[in-house]
């Protein structure tokens, strides 16, 4: 086994916000009746967060769930605990008809953030990201100019955004190109 | 560039959010069907100025299909709801019937 | 001449001069100029010629709507044709150059055109270029591609870069003129969220021009303090620079921003399109002013009489030194008492109507000056610039009373408003007699989502041209859209404007009433275009009756200023020529943007390396620092052939094919789609997906499987591995991965919602890696780990297990004929699983391979392809896969389609191998041909080729092809035809061309 490595190893870029990749998290993708009580448990006992309402992200550091679709979640985790965490959740859930599977190799991680990291979001996203409509604790999917990304707020300065792994230079890409100096909007 | 709501996550979303699915309410039909009304599921299509059913999916979204009534001329949109079901639901076709008494749409009116 | 005057400028700073050049010259002007006023300042009055005619042509407006002041602007990265000389700001350094002139403009080789303007009247080119055809490709298009265009096409890419923002908002206001910022204040005292755009980069329109007090206060001041008061408030977003391009459905609008025209260098986007949501949309965005149709109106020294004002108190330039003034309206007027102010010399008022104006005409008159009505312009003299005016009488045809030397003419015909806007999204329009415009129906708006109009007009862009009225209209405007979004408007008064009361105007869309043929022929409606009023009369001669095809006919209108100063005065000539009111005769449809918006802008981000997504394997890099040729698939990068130094494309793809059949290959799988499919009717679902049965699999093994569309056609296959009792795991090609994912979610969404299956997509998880060759088990078993000899993993089978210390799936499966492993890592060691085994696989011969490998190596063994043996037309059964169809189901995804009589047809096409007599490659496509001819006169058909490749094992050429009953002709020799001209022979044979007993790949 060798060290694994993420998308981006780590690429970094300083412009009207800063854009990092976070590197390798572990990501569960949970598929089932979203309100069963046997399956919000599972996850919250991996995830040691409550679980998400529609729309909503709870993500404390490392761990957390975000609400996908009506019968989806993902489930995150610290990468190193995340075979761990998928063996007890499909361990609690072996008599319940669910999908959980482990997804932290097929996707990226990037924070924006900054004063100005709403308005870097706001050119490649078709959403409302005014402080009034977009809080920290919401959860939106969505597309990234031409690819589809999933983002919340871990506070009111930064975004994690969740895309695929293969086009995560073309992510990193379209953050460096929107966070370019000088390119600040003055619109939130 | 049209707005429509998804039923299922409630999200406002851009038209270039969702990706478009064609007339809804089709029926199936398979192995044992007549050849005219296989024929009519694979190629027959409504192509009405007015009231419209169609199929959306929040394909950048939550990933759900589901139907939208429409006036494809004025674009006022009557009703999105869930995909699983074989009419529309009795508020939609109110809100239909409000805007165009009288109207129809295939066997709904 | 022009000239800038000793004071007066509101918006330059006089302080201050910058420094540009035009057609090379160095000149000056001051900070707050536009191009236009500072070519005015320095006596430039001619500044291009016209698109037909070549005529010379002035500054006849001075915002949006100007069609003759178009630039060749910048130079090199920065280059950009067409651009408005009147909306561009003056920078210090900005360099621009006319256009549609050779060898220069003030000598102008094309300007013979003017004179042969006989010969060249509407649908010249329609009448002239139809016969004889062969002259269309020699003659006709190179001469009509050499006049065609207006400025030169960028020669060198653009350096600038540019970006989208979203942005939502409860009321969005278009324009900043006095209107529009009383509106967006009444709209945001209810708590509405508001956005205004400003396209200039001042605030407050032309009401600081126009004059007049609000609650006793000078307009100027007025619009201060409302702009202060905006800017105070959380609610409001204020920006100028910003041009609303287009209302489109559901309150979607676009803004196009300038950032850095208006700069000599700076830092950031160039432009910026907003991409607007808004609940209710306010356009305040003003009226135009409409020219007067006299002949030699298109003259140099010729301008709008609004423009005039606004050079003179905006810019401090003066159009010419002695005046001459045509109107048939009270407004003009207000010009006429400008110049004069500003001291010079207004020599004479032309009022078309009989009996004059009201307290503007007097105002003007105690002034001294003189004023003559009933009368009208006869024809301007002068070619480059105006010289003479001949008088005559408005009722007639054009006899002149008098000359009258002057150097600039100034003409109002009215005022028209600014309905583009509200038109865009289906707004109507109705005719106002009073003020002979058209103007936004209030009871037919654009519509919503909710049926309910979205779009308010407010000020002089819904028709209120006094200023009291349009404060009134404003206000009420801004409480109205803020209700309709939602919000409870506040009810402070409207405040009171105070500006002189106006005479009406009287309709003039000719000038004299009855001008002869040959003034006719010299009076503009399109200045760009070069459309008359001669013209337009032809066409209704000629029976082009609908205004759109007048238009098209005509091309009036058809410029890039679509026609903003020409479209009322054209409708209201062919109205007259069709003898109907001009609102039976209607518009042409208003369409975005308003004005031209750049190419950059519309595509944002989307330049450069995020043209668009690249998706890219664990791999990628490695492949990139190893000589990658690369091949897109759907938006992947794979490898077509790693070239070695010095190696051609051919021989690297020989090489790689004869060393994985003698030795080992590597191949990166990792774009095949990978979907987990899970639930107690997972195979029941998958049964009804693919062709063949898929619930009889057994846990550990693997079964290739075809999808079909509900039509019958094939349309995707892979290898299915059964995970265990309720779990598959579907391959996908690369192609289809989202594909098939999207087409399994809206089966189980919308017709099977009620079976328990889950999927997940899981393709990019894994990095994949195909191990193939006589050696792929020797360099499998060095890294050590899991068993893999054939009896612990037998063809067909998968296990789980560890290879050279990493978790892995292995999957015996083979598309290339060799013993083969596909072995599946974690994305995020796949760069480490790739590495470690080319280096234990150095002493086994190792070679990583690339697609076209790949193809070559599964035509050998007469795999198809999904894409080159199938285009949507053709059902497994084509392909000679009847054993991959299973008889035992009742039902799956296109088993109806496939008993559909064309289905069954015994005529259809059907895969076979082809073989050259000669061993050389068949054409890709090629169509074999068949004895007759069709209706077309086209020779008959009865096959084509699908795949074709030189087979580095065979050492000749193989192919694979659909031919009419082709298995019951097997020996049978085709003829193939190239698009050369020549055919070439190739026999009929088997498909599967090499290790045809599998003995190879089940070792």
Known sequence: MSDPISAMNMARFDGIARIEETGLHGMITLRGDLASKPLKAAATAVAGVAFPGANEANCEDDTGICWMSPDEALVMCPYDTVKAGVAQMQKALARQHVLVVNVSDARAVFQVSGPSAREVMAKLCPVDLSPEAFKPGMFRRTRMAQVAAAFWMVDDQTFRIVCFRSVADYVFSLLRVAAQPGSEVGCF | ???????????????????????????????GSGDDEFHSYLFTRENPRGVH??????????GKWFHAARDTMTLEVFGTYKAQTTEPPKEVRAAITARHPGWSWRDFS | MSHRLADHGRLIDRSKRIGFSFNGAPLAGHPGDTLASALLANARMMVGRSFKYHRA????????????????????????????????????????RSQNHWPSLDFDIGAINTHLSRFLPAGFYYKMFMYPRAFWKHVYEPFIRQSAGLGQAPRERDCDTYEHFYAFTDVLVIGGGIAGLLAAHAAAQSGAKVLVLEQTAFWGGRSPVDGGTVDGVPVEQAIEKIVGELEEMDNVTLRTRCMGAGVYDH??????????????????????????????????????????????????????????????????VAAGRRIVIATNN??????????????????????????????????????????????????????????????????????????????????????????????????????????AHFRPDPERPPTGPDGA?????????????????ALKDATAAGRAAAKAAGFKPRRTAAPTGDSVAEAP????????????????????????????????????????????????????????????????????????ALGQPIPATGTTTFRPPYTPISMGAIAGEARGEVFQPLRKTPMHDWHAAHGADWEPVGHWRRPYAFLRDGERVHDAVEREVKNTRQALGLLDASTLGKLLVKGPDAGRFLDMLYTNMMSTLKPGHCRYGLMCSENGFLIDDGVVARINEDTFLCHTTTGGADRIHGMMEEWLQTEWWDWQVYVANLTEQFAQVAVVGPNARKVLEKLGGMDVSAKTLPFMGWADGRIGGFDCRVYRISFSGELSFEIAVPASQGLAFWTALIAAGEEFGVMPYGTEALHIMRAEKGFIMIGDETDGTVIPQDLGLDWAISRKKDDYLGKRAQQRPH???????KLVGLETLDGSVLPDGAYAVAPGRNANGQRNTQGRVTSTYHSPTLGRGIAMGLALKGPERMGEVLEFAGTDGKTTSARIVDPVFYDKDGEKQNV
């Not at chain 3, 001075?62 to 909306?87: D, H, K, V, W």
């Not at chain 3, 002034?367 to 105006?386: L, M, P, S, W």
């Not at chain 3, 030397?405 to 509200?422: E, F, I, N, Y």
């Not at chain 3, 109009?453 to 009225?469: E, K, R």
Request: proline share 4%.
């Open chain 2, 1 to 31: 560039m049209l707005i429509l709501t998804c039923p299922y996550c409630g999200i406002t979303a851009d038209e270039t959010e969702l990706a478009p699915g064609g007339e809804a309410h089709l029926k199936r039909h398979g192995p």
């Open chain 3, 903 to 909: 289905m069954t047809d015994p005529g259809r096409w």
């Open chain 3, 330 to 435: 009270d407004d003009a007027y207000r010009t006429a008492l400008c110049l004069k102010k500003a001291g010079l010399d207004v020599v004479r008022v032309l009022d078309a109507r009989s009996i004059g104006g009201g307290a503007l005409m007097e105002e003007a008159r105690a002034e001294g000056i003189r004023i003559d009505c009933g009368r009208a312009i006869a024809k301007v003299t002068g070619g480059k610039r105006v010289r003479k005016v001949k008088i005559c009488a408005q009722d007639g045809i054009g006899g002149a009373l008098e000359d009258i030397d002057c150097d600039a003419v100034a003409m109002s015909g009215g005022w028209s408003p600014v309905v583009h806007l509200w038109s865009h999204c289906g707004g109507k329009l109705v005719w106002d007699e009073d003020q």
């Open chain 2, 53 to 62: 059913f169609e199929r959306w999916r929040h394909a950048y979204g939550c």
């Open chain 3, 57 to 96: 042509r002035g500054v006849v407006a001075s915002g949006a709507e100007e069609p003759n002041a178009l630039m060749n602007m910048g130079q090199g990265a920065t280059f950009e044709p067409n651009q408005r000389a009147t909306t561009t700001e003056l920078f210090d350094g900005l360099t621009a």
């Open chain 3, 251 to 316: 309150g979607y609008v676009l803004g196009y921003e300038r950032l850095t025209d208006h700069l000599p260098v700076a830092e950031g986007p160039r432009h910026r399109l907003w991409r607007i949501r808004a609940a209710q949309v306010i356009t305040a965005t003003g009226a135009i002013e409409r020219p007067l149709s006299f002949a030699g109106n298109d003259v140099p020294g010729v301008m709008l009489a609004s423009a005039m004002r606004d050079y003179a108190v905006n810019y401090g």
């Open chain 3, 453 to 469: 109009g979205f779009v308010t007009a407010a000020g002089a862009a819904n028709g209120i041209l006094s200023l009291d009225g």
């Open chain 3, 505 to 576: 105007l009287e309709p003039v869309w000719l000038m004299p009433r009855a001008a002869q043929v040959s003034l006719r022929s010299k009076s503009w409606l399109d200045f760009q275009n070069d459309v008359k009023v001669s013209d337009v009369q032809l066409a209704a001669r000629e029976g082009f009756e609908s205004v759109e095809h007048t238009k098209r006919y005509t091309t009036l209108g058809m410029a890039t200023d679509q026609g903003k100063l020409s479209n009322i005065n054209g409708l209201a000539i062919l109205s007259d």
